[in-house]
């Protein structure tokens, strides 16, 4: 399957894994770009060495092309964009602001520029300032996230950019592959769906939590202060719901949260830790490889886009 994104990433299949905080790592990254993706290594709030090290275990493994995702509020995201210069990383994503500072720097050593964006106004900007493509993330999705659906801001991006649009959230299967090309798209990033990956570090249990998840166990905590996140119901988000309708100060909250999506991936406090994931967990139900996951949702897609014109005449 060709698109403008397969071509200006040099990949097989227009599929991208998410930069996922702890999860993100070397091993996942290579599996997902080994089976004909794109695999993304999380900078997150990370060091840039780890950074370093990590890009260069993925490419021990496999000589495809490796992204990274900078989380652009970490403190150490300065460094972080210098050691994607010096390592020459081809394809760079971005979240969590405006990555303009950057941007001649990674461009001019010919990284192409990818960042996440949760609105029409955002996506414009992106352009703009240079940006190769951008991902369009809408509010099913896991973790941080924006107040529009993946149905709406998709086809309204699209209209709104020239450049190639990448859908993301809600997404997990070859059906929402598809109805993501039929809305403009020219690729999908998932996460969730990766986060069991046999390759995926994740602790197991936080693998077979996202497995038994039901369509009613996501929760989003910190409407009230403006920084929502989305994850599975559990002890902490009972508590930290509880004491936000109560009105408790951002500090009192933020105490809840400190390590929590650490304790979950590396330890597997599924009970108090956080436990990221999206709407789409609910039809997850099984551990699968890399490779399985790719070419199980390119068959499909490809026989739901195949079948659609016959099936309507």
């Avoid at 801001?153 to 649009?165: G, H, R, S, Y």
């Avoid at 508590?239 to 100060?249: I, N, S, V």
């Amino acid at each position: 399957m060709k698109t403008r994104i397969t071509e200006l990433l040099q990949i097989e299949y227009p599929i991208i894994q998410g930069g996922m905080a702890w999860v993100a790592e070397h091993n996942l990254a290579a599996a997902v770009s080994q089976a004909g993706g794109l695999g993304i290594i999380g900078a997150a709030n990370a060091p840039a060495e780890w950074v370093r090290e990590e890009i260069h275990k993925a490419r021990a493994i496999t000589d495809k092309p490796i992204g990274v995702n900078v989380m652009l509020l970490s403190p150490y995201a300065d460094e972080v964009a210098r050691v994607l210069v010096e390592e020459k990383i081809p394809v760079i994503t971005t979240g969590a602001g405006n990555p303009g500072k950057y941007m001649e720097m990674w461009k001019s050593n010919g990284s192409k520029v990818i960042p996440v964006v949760a609105s029409v106004a955002l996506a414009r900007m992106m352009e703009k300032g240079g940006a190769d493509a951008v991902v369009a993330e809408g509010t099913e999705s896991g973790g941080h996230i924006g107040a529009a659906t993946t149905m709406t801001l998709v086809p309204q991006v699209v209209d709104a950019v020239n450049i190639p649009v990448i859908a993301a959230g809600g997404i997990g299967d070859g059906r929402g592959m598809a109805a993501a090309l039929m809305l403009g798209a020219e690729a999908v990033q998932l996460g969730t769906r990766f986060v069991v990956a046999k390759e995926s570090i994740c602790h197991q249990n936080y693998k077979d939590r996202v497995i038994k998840a039901k369509d009613i166990d996501s929760a989003v905590t910190g409407r009230s202060h403006g920084h929502p996140i989305r994850q599975l119901r559990n002890q902490m988000t009972k508590e930290y719901l509880k004491k936000e309708q109560e009105g408790a100060p951002f500090e009192e909250l933020e105490l809840l949260t400190v390590g929590a999506l650490r304790n979950a991936v590396v330890d597997g406090d599924v009970k108090n830790g956080t436990v990221m994931a999206g709407q789409i967990a609910g039809m997850i139900k099984k551990e699968q490889t890399c490779m399985e996951m790719i070419e199980e949702i390119m068959a499909e897609a490809k026989n739901l886009l195949q079948g659609a014109g016959a099936r309507y005449e």
